[in-house]
């Protein structure tokens, strides 16, 4: 079964939720679907950290 978050409502659901726009996912467990922000969040600052994806970074 696979689950998803919702960030409309907060709060994970399973395939007959919110439609996909107001979702985040899928993910494998409830527990990694409850974490979708905080995932989120980790991606975003990691990304933010890679010269390919920081639009700040200087050109060679």
């Known amino acids: 079964m696979a689950y998803w978050y919702c960030i409309k409502h907060h709060q994970v659901e399973g395939e007959d939720g919110c439609p996909n726009k107001d979702r ?7 527990a990694e679907a409850s974490r979708a922000l905080e995932k989120a969040a980790e991606r975003t600052e990691e990304w933010d950290q890679d010269p390919r994806w920081n639009d700040e970074a200087q050109e060679d």
């Open 24 to 30: 985040l996912g899928p993910y494998d467990t409830e």
